[in-house]
């Protein structure tokens, strides 16, 4: 298990910009964001490997999202901009020790989740 802490949620118009933060307690090989809103399944948003050469995006976040990290920090970023009410959901950070499980997303690491609500 490798525990994950999330922050940075919060309540936002369209528009507007947040920064979501995630620190693990260990170094880890791929690091990413999922999300979910109310009566929809978990989607994922976002992901880096540990280099930060390999990042990926779910078309609805492309140009809007960015991903980040810090591997001294054992941390991942993702700065949001441009939200837009269809963000609103509860956003989990998660982690995995190889690429493809972290995109499949079934075998994760996950943290506890922080909300992110756009009003419109």
Known sequence: ??????????????????????????RIY???WFRQAPGKEREFVAAITWSSRTTTYADSVKGRFTISRDNTENTVYLQMNSLKPDDTAVYY????????????GTD??????????VSS
Not at 6 to 14: D, H, K
Not at 93 to 102: E, G, I, R, V
């Open 30 to 32: 791929a690091m990413g």
């Open 93 to 104: 950070c998660a982690a995995a020790h190889a690429w493809t499980t972290m995109l499949v």
């Open 108 to 117: 994760n690491y996950w943290g506890q989740g922080t909300q992110v609500t």
């Open 1 to 26: 298990q490798v525990p994950l802490v999330e922050s940075g949620g919060g309540l936002v118009q369209a528009g507007d910009s947040l920064r979501l933060t995630c620190a693990a307690s260990e």
